[in-house]
């Protein structure tokens, strides 16, 4: 069941999207502050009242960002989202009123009324009964940028049917200037903070990977071509189902796919047992892994509602608008520094780990001149590896991705504060390309700690970077 549908277009003013987070922003700042200082001074005895009384404040917060995130769509609705399936992401305190709401932005999204999305189909289709045998008008399922109405073509052949929100473009490209916008302001602060030389074009650099990957997304003809590409590529998977894409019935604003019936994610893992969990977990685990090493390509929306499970068994991958091609120098660079990490953990001999340290500096651009940001960055690459060092299933859970934040969080602190004066750290300039394959990462290990697989990554690698 969505939440109910609301307004007949998404807001794209630059200074009144701007303006709603402010005013989110205003409420929760004050709150946090409070909080804190309540908490720090109350006897420890008193810390569990005072924490009880936080959160019907932050319970009457949470409902103000699930109104005003869905409102808005775009950049805004997709950040929410993406919090919402993030083990660690809210302070395990507040996880619990929070995750409530945020999981309603993930799976029942607010929706646009039929009138509003109407135009956009016939835009692009022309008139709805020669596209469309029959069409629901209330969507079984809104996103970020769209919604999506059952229909059956006029060869009777049922369809899903997403068509994207009038005004969305417009929304997210008012968005991502205002993050620019604020880059641009922070940059001076850091460089007095004493962040290393060329932050500015390489903070540059990122956003511009971020905006493309993101703009790519309004693009329905590309993400089509995409998701026939996948399908084409996944074709003698028995396991892996990819809903074939109907040309003739797609747009650049509306995409038509075959329509797959299955449970959900959270149906899995609210129902199933653990051998099921477990084997659902390690076929989501083959796709990610296939893609990356096989194809060169993947899937940078991890998001819970991007998979379905038929009753057959299989697993049906769905939406494919953000979609990162791997560079050749890339995939080397990810093959090596996983291989190196492999042997090095098996063998414990030093020149392996020289050998892992030597391809980790290479990967990631570190500079080892910088021993502590190194340090931490080879001890957090380590740990978030874990899963595929040792020929052994590995159980998922939500302690596990919590601590992977936990020690970024951390590291962070021991850098900026480790000394009596405050300091930003010489920033590593990572390769912009890595930006999407760190949010493949964490949110990918968040859905299988929600689905609480055990699953050997070890045996699912490519042979070549087992040996």
């Known amino acids: 069941m969505l939440a109910a549908m609301g307004d007949n277009r998404v807001s794209s003013s630059r200074l009144g999207r701007l303006t709603r987070l402010a005013g989110l922003g205003r409420r929760a700042v004050p ?14 005895e008193e810390r569990g009242e005072v924490a009880a009384r936080a959160l019907k404040k932050h319970g009457d917060l949470a409902d103000k960002a699930f109104r005003t995130l869905g409102d808005m769509k775009g950049v805004a609705l997709k950040l929410g989202q993406m919090v919402s399936y993030m083990d660690g992401a809210i302070p395990a305190e507040l996880a619990e009123v929070y995750q409530d ?17 109407r135009p956009v189909l016939e835009a692009d289709l022309g008139p709805v009964d020669r596209a469309f045998a029959t ?64 932050t500015r074009g390489y903070m540059r650099e990122v956003m511009t990977e971020i905006r493309e990957r993101l703009l790519e997304e309004l693009d329905y003809e590309r993400e089509a071509a995409t998701q026939t590409r996948f399908r084409a590529l996944l074709a003698d998977d028995p396991d892996l189902v990819v809903p074939a894409v109907h040309a003739s019935h797609s747009a650049r604003r509306v995409l038509t796919s075959d329509l797959i019936v299955g449970r959900s994610l959270q149906q899995v893992c609210d129902s199933a ?39 057959d068994g299989t697993v049906c991958l769905l939406d494919y608008g953000c979609v990162k091609e791997i ?6 660079d990810m093959a090596r520094y996983l291989r190196s990490a492999i042997v090095a953990t098996r063998t414990d001999d030093p020149r392996d780990w020289a050998r892992f340290d030597d391809a980790l500096s290479h990967a990631l651009r570190l500079d080892r001149g910088d021993p502590q940001m190194f340090r931490l960055y080879r001890e957090f690459s380590l740990y978030i590896m874990r899963p595929a060092l040792t020929d052994a299933p590995f159980d998922f859970t939500s302690a596990f991705t919590r601590e992977s934040i936990d020690r970024v969080l951390d590291g ?13 750290p010489n920033i590593p300039q990572v390769p912009p390309d890595y930006t999407f ?31």
């Open 101 to 117: 709401v945020l999981t309603r932005l993930q799976q029942h999204a607010p929706a646009l009324r039929w009138s509003a999305v």
């Open 437 to 467: 394959l760190n949010r493949l990462q964490w949110g990918f290990y968040s859905i299988l700690s929600m689905l609480r697989a055990q699953v050997n990554w070890h045996a699912l690698l490519p042979e070549d970077l087992r040996a």
């Open 31 to 44: 709150v946090a502050i409070k909080r804190f200082r309540e908490t720090v001074e109350a006897p420890r």
């Open 327 to 332: 560079p050749r120098w890339m995939r080397d």
């Open 273 to 311: 047992d653990q051998a099921s969990r477990d084997r659902y977990g390690a076929l989501l685990t083959r796709s990610v892994l296939t893609s990356l090493y096989g194809f060169g390509l993947f899937n940078a929306d991890p998001h819970p509602g991007n998979y379905l499970f038929p009753d």
């Open 412 to 424: 962070a602190r021991e850098t900026i504060f480790g000394k009596k004066i405050p300091r930003m």
């Open 135 to 198: 069409i629901e008008e209330e969507p079984f399922a809104a996103a970020s940028i769209g919604q999506v109405h059952r229909a059956t073509l006029h060869d009777g052949r049922a369809v899903a049917v997403k068509i994207q929100y009038p005004g969305v473009d417009a929304a997210m490209r008012s968005d991502l200037k205002n993050a620019e916008m604020f880059r641009t302001l922070m940059t001076p602060f850091m460089s007095i903070l004493g962040a290393g030389r060329g």
